[in-house]
Protein backbone atom coordinates (compact mmCIF):
# COMPACT_ATOMS: atom_id res chain seq x y z
CA UNK A 1 0.00 0.00 0.00
CA UNK A 2 1.17 3.54 -1.14
CA UNK A 3 1.69 6.00 2.13
CA UNK A 4 -1.65 8.38 2.40
CA UNK A 5 -1.33 11.15 0.30
CA UNK A 6 -2.97 14.48 2.31
CA UNK A 7 -3.02 16.49 5.39
CA UNK A 8 -1.48 14.92 8.14
CA UNK A 9 -2.28 16.34 11.80
CA UNK A 10 -2.80 15.43 14.86
CA UNK A 11 -5.75 15.13 16.69
CA UNK A 12 -5.41 14.08 20.41
CA UNK A 13 -2.70 11.81 20.63
CA UNK A 14 -3.94 10.32 16.97
CA UNK A 15 -2.02 10.85 13.97
CA UNK A 16 -4.92 11.33 11.33
CA UNK A 17 -5.00 12.10 7.83
CA UNK A 18 -7.32 13.67 5.85
CA UNK A 19 -7.70 12.79 2.45
CA UNK A 20 -8.02 14.79 -0.99
CA UNK A 21 -11.58 12.40 -1.48
CA UNK A 22 -12.99 13.93 1.43
CA UNK A 23 -12.76 11.13 3.96
CA UNK A 24 -10.49 10.58 7.19
CA UNK A 25 -7.96 7.88 7.30
CA UNK A 26 -6.23 6.72 10.61
CA UNK A 27 -3.73 4.16 9.99
CA UNK A 28 -2.41 3.20 13.08
CA UNK A 29 -6.13 2.01 13.68
CA UNK A 30 -6.55 0.25 9.91
CA UNK A 31 -9.90 3.18 9.97
CA UNK A 32 -11.23 5.02 7.11
CA UNK A 33 -14.34 7.30 7.91
CA UNK A 34 -16.26 8.97 5.86
CA UNK A 35 -19.13 11.53 6.48
CA UNK A 36 -22.90 12.55 5.38
CA UNK A 37 -23.15 9.90 2.22
CA UNK A 38 -26.53 11.25 1.60
CA UNK A 39 -27.13 7.64 -0.41
CA UNK A 40 -30.25 8.39 -1.94
CA UNK A 41 -30.77 12.23 -2.26
CA UNK A 42 -32.17 12.53 -5.40
CA UNK A 43 -34.88 9.67 -5.05
CA UNK A 44 -35.78 11.66 -1.96
CA UNK A 45 -36.28 15.00 -3.47
CA UNK A 46 -38.28 13.70 -6.23
CA UNK A 47 -40.71 11.83 -3.95
CA UNK A 48 -40.56 15.06 -1.52
CA UNK A 49 -40.36 18.12 -3.98
CA UNK A 50 -40.90 16.41 -7.17
CA UNK A 51 -37.54 17.98 -8.15
CA UNK A 52 -35.84 15.78 -10.68
CA UNK A 53 -32.09 15.67 -10.88
CA UNK A 54 -30.26 12.59 -12.28
CA UNK A 55 -30.04 10.01 -10.15
CA UNK A 56 -26.61 9.03 -10.79
CA UNK A 57 -25.23 10.46 -7.38
CA UNK A 58 -25.76 7.12 -5.03
CA UNK A 59 -23.34 4.58 -7.62
CA UNK A 60 -21.13 7.94 -7.92
CA UNK A 61 -20.72 8.09 -4.32
CA UNK A 62 -20.48 4.33 -4.00
CA UNK A 63 -17.90 4.21 -6.71
CA UNK A 64 -15.47 6.87 -5.30
CA UNK A 65 -15.92 5.12 -1.50
CA UNK A 66 -15.14 1.79 -3.23
CA UNK A 67 -12.20 3.13 -4.92
CA UNK A 68 -10.63 4.07 -1.36
CA UNK A 69 -11.53 0.67 0.24
CA UNK A 70 -9.55 -1.01 -2.43
CA UNK A 71 -6.43 2.00 -1.94
CA UNK A 72 -6.12 2.05 1.22
CA UNK A 73 -7.71 -1.93 2.71
CA UNK A 74 -8.82 -0.42 5.85
CA UNK A 75 -9.69 -2.86 8.59
CA UNK A 76 -12.43 -0.66 9.92
CA UNK A 77 -14.90 1.76 7.99
CA UNK A 78 -17.14 4.16 9.58
CA UNK A 79 -19.91 5.82 8.17
CA UNK A 80 -20.22 9.28 10.36
CA UNK A 81 -23.97 9.66 9.65
CA UNK A 82 -26.36 10.79 7.74
CA UNK A 83 -25.12 8.05 5.15
CA UNK A 84 -28.56 7.76 3.44
CA UNK A 85 -30.83 10.88 2.99
CA UNK A 86 -33.91 8.94 4.50
CA UNK A 87 -34.92 5.49 5.58
CA UNK A 88 -37.69 5.12 2.50
CA UNK A 89 -34.14 6.00 0.48
CA UNK A 90 -32.19 3.25 1.79
CA UNK A 91 -34.97 0.85 1.48
CA UNK A 92 -35.37 1.86 -2.01
CA UNK A 93 -31.58 1.77 -2.98
CA UNK A 94 -31.08 -0.18 -6.52
CA UNK A 95 -30.33 -3.49 -6.08
CA UNK A 96 -26.57 -2.78 -7.04
CA UNK A 97 -25.75 -0.67 -4.83
CA UNK A 98 -27.14 -2.84 -1.87
CA UNK A 99 -24.91 -5.25 -3.31
CA UNK A 100 -21.94 -2.91 -3.79
CA UNK A 101 -21.94 -2.19 -0.16
CA UNK A 102 -22.56 -5.76 0.76
CA UNK A 103 -19.12 -6.50 -0.86
CA UNK A 104 -17.57 -3.45 0.93
CA UNK A 105 -18.54 -5.05 3.87
CA UNK A 106 -17.19 -8.16 3.19
CA UNK A 107 -13.98 -9.48 5.48
CA UNK A 108 -13.76 -6.09 7.78
CA UNK A 109 -15.77 -3.99 10.38
CA UNK A 110 -18.48 -1.09 9.77
CA UNK A 111 -19.90 0.56 11.59
CA UNK A 112 -23.16 3.01 10.24
CA UNK A 113 -23.04 5.98 12.87
CA UNK A 114 -26.51 7.17 13.03
CA UNK A 115 -27.39 10.85 12.07
CA UNK A 116 -30.22 12.76 11.93
CA UNK A 117 -31.64 12.10 8.35
CA UNK A 118 -31.34 8.09 8.99
CA UNK A 119 -31.94 7.71 12.39
CA UNK A 120 -33.11 4.60 12.83
CA UNK A 121 -31.00 1.06 12.20
CA UNK A 122 -29.19 0.24 8.80
CA UNK A 123 -30.57 -3.66 7.97
CA UNK A 124 -27.84 -4.28 5.55
CA UNK A 125 -25.07 -5.42 7.99
CA UNK A 126 -22.75 -3.54 10.07
CA UNK A 127 -22.90 -2.16 13.44
CA UNK A 128 -25.49 0.59 14.12
CA UNK A 129 -24.57 2.97 16.79
CA UNK A 130 -25.29 6.60 18.06
CA UNK A 131 -21.62 7.13 18.54
CA UNK A 132 -18.27 5.34 19.59
CA UNK A 133 -15.58 5.48 21.25
CA UNK A 134 -11.89 4.16 19.44
CA UNK A 135 -8.78 4.79 21.11
CA UNK A 136 -9.02 7.60 23.08
CA UNK A 137 -11.51 9.08 19.77
CA UNK A 138 -15.21 9.99 20.31
CA UNK A 139 -17.26 9.55 17.06
CA UNK A 140 -20.14 10.86 16.75
CA UNK A 141 -22.67 12.39 13.72
CA UNK A 142 -23.23 16.28 15.31
CA UNK A 143 -20.13 17.89 17.53
CA UNK A 144 -21.18 18.03 21.59
CA UNK A 145 -21.04 21.84 22.47
CA UNK A 146 -20.33 19.89 26.12
CA UNK A 147 -17.17 17.71 25.09
CA UNK A 148 -13.69 18.75 26.12
CA UNK A 149 -12.06 15.36 24.76
CA UNK A 150 -10.64 14.37 21.19
CA UNK A 151 -13.53 14.31 18.97
CA UNK A 152 -14.76 13.53 15.07
CA UNK A 153 -17.93 14.39 13.23
CA UNK A 154 -19.84 15.67 10.79
CA UNK A 155 -23.45 16.81 9.94
CA UNK A 156 -22.45 20.06 8.96
CA UNK A 157 -20.99 19.74 5.57
CA UNK A 158 -18.03 22.32 5.59
CA UNK A 159 -16.64 24.33 3.19
CA UNK A 160 -14.28 27.18 3.13
CA UNK A 161 -12.53 29.58 0.89
CA UNK A 162 -9.31 30.32 -0.95
CA UNK A 163 -8.42 32.71 -3.55
CA UNK A 164 -12.26 33.04 -3.95
CA UNK A 165 -13.07 29.30 -4.69
CA UNK A 166 -15.67 27.90 -2.31
CA UNK A 167 -14.54 24.00 -1.50
CA UNK A 168 -15.42 21.35 1.02
CA UNK A 169 -12.86 21.47 4.34
CA UNK A 170 -12.27 19.78 7.19
CA UNK A 171 -12.43 21.39 10.25
CA UNK A 172 -10.31 21.34 13.27
CA UNK A 173 -8.51 22.63 16.33
CA UNK A 174 -6.26 19.91 17.29
CA UNK A 175 -9.38 18.31 19.81
CA UNK A 176 -12.35 18.56 17.65
CA UNK A 177 -12.69 17.48 14.28
CA UNK A 178 -15.54 18.38 11.35
CA UNK A 179 -15.35 16.03 8.52
CA UNK A 180 -16.72 17.34 4.86
CA UNK A 181 -19.87 15.80 3.55
CA UNK A 182 -18.45 12.63 1.27
CA UNK A 183 -22.07 12.25 -0.44
CA UNK A 184 -22.11 13.86 -4.42
CA UNK A 185 -25.28 15.91 -4.30
CA UNK A 186 -24.71 17.65 -0.49
CA UNK A 187 -24.40 21.74 0.28
CA UNK A 188 -22.18 23.03 2.38
CA UNK A 189 -22.60 25.62 5.38
CA UNK A 190 -19.25 28.44 5.45
CA UNK A 191 -16.53 27.47 7.78
CA UNK A 192 -16.90 30.53 9.73
CA UNK A 193 -20.68 30.53 10.36
CA UNK A 194 -20.91 30.44 13.98
CA UNK A 195 -22.50 27.00 14.01
CA UNK A 196 -18.99 25.88 13.26
CA UNK A 197 -16.66 28.53 14.43
CA UNK A 198 -18.57 28.49 17.85
CA UNK A 199 -17.62 24.78 18.55
CA UNK A 200 -13.63 25.43 17.78
CA UNK A 201 -10.78 27.14 19.42
CA UNK A 202 -9.08 30.48 18.62
CA UNK A 203 -6.40 28.53 16.13
CA UNK A 204 -8.45 26.23 14.36
CA UNK A 205 -7.76 25.39 10.63
CA UNK A 206 -9.70 24.50 7.61
CA UNK A 207 -8.05 21.96 5.40
CA UNK A 208 -9.54 22.05 2.06
CA UNK A 209 -10.44 19.25 -0.05
CA UNK A 210 -9.09 18.35 -3.26
CA UNK A 211 -6.33 17.62 -5.93
CA UNK A 212 -4.13 20.33 -3.91
CA UNK A 213 -4.44 20.25 -0.62
CA UNK A 214 -4.23 23.41 1.70
CA UNK A 215 -5.09 24.62 5.36
CA UNK A 216 -6.07 27.88 6.58
CA UNK A 217 -7.02 29.72 9.64
CA UNK A 218 -10.72 29.85 10.52
CA UNK A 219 -10.18 33.01 12.28
CA UNK A 220 -7.66 34.85 10.43
CA UNK A 221 -7.81 37.54 13.12
CA UNK A 222 -6.54 34.89 15.39
CA UNK A 223 -2.93 35.65 17.22
CA UNK A 224 -0.16 33.11 15.94
CA UNK A 225 -0.16 29.69 18.08
CA UNK A 226 2.06 29.25 20.58
CA UNK A 227 4.24 26.56 18.96
CA UNK A 228 5.92 25.48 16.37
CA UNK A 229 3.18 25.93 13.02
CA UNK A 230 4.13 22.29 12.21
CA UNK A 231 3.65 20.72 15.92
CA UNK A 232 0.40 19.50 15.09
CA UNK A 233 -0.91 19.80 11.18
CA UNK A 234 1.41 19.71 8.61
CA UNK A 235 0.87 19.26 4.53
CA UNK A 236 1.84 15.66 2.61
CA UNK A 237 2.04 14.79 -0.47
Given amino acids: MNPPTGYAFRLGAAHLVALPEKALWWADAGLLVVSDMHLGKAERMARRS ?12 IARLEDLIGRWAPAHVLCLGDSFD ?127 MAAVPLNASAPPHPGPPTRWARGLG
Avoid: Q
Fill in 50 to 61: GSLVPPYETRET
Fill in 86 to 212: DTIAMRALPEEVTLSLTHLMAGRRWTWILGNHDPGPVDMGGTCTRDIAIDGLAFRHIADPAVSTAEVSGHYHPKARIRGARRPAFITDGTRLILPAFGTYTGGLDADDTAISGLMGVHAIAILAGRT
